[in-house]
């Protein structure tokens, strides 16, 4: 019996593009500086959706604000 793995659906530089608000050019340039992987299936250029969630948590910035309980 072959155990079934759920595969997130890849997502195109174009749909890539589009959720991270930016240009083509600059997933591209993303991938060819090692911050954000790609999926080659053949010649076509695939992302997978859990590489932008981890290149988005690398990207943040700014200070997290404690509170004060009592």
């Given at each position: 019996m072959v155990a079934?793995?759920?595969?997130?659906?890849?997502l195109t530089p174009?749909?890539?593009?589009e959720l991270l608000g930016v240009s083509q050019?600059?997933?591209y340039n993303l991938n060819r500086r090692g911050a954000l992987p790609r999926v080659?299936?053949?010649r076509a250029v695939r992302y997978?959706?859990?590489d932008l969630?981890?290149?988005l948590d690398r990207s943040k910035t700014g200070v997290v604000m404690k509170?004060?309980?009592g």
């Open positions: 079934s793995a759920q595969i997130e659906a890849l174009k749909e890539t593009a050019m600059t997933v080659l299936i053949g997978e959706p859990a969630r981890a290149y509170t004060s309980h």
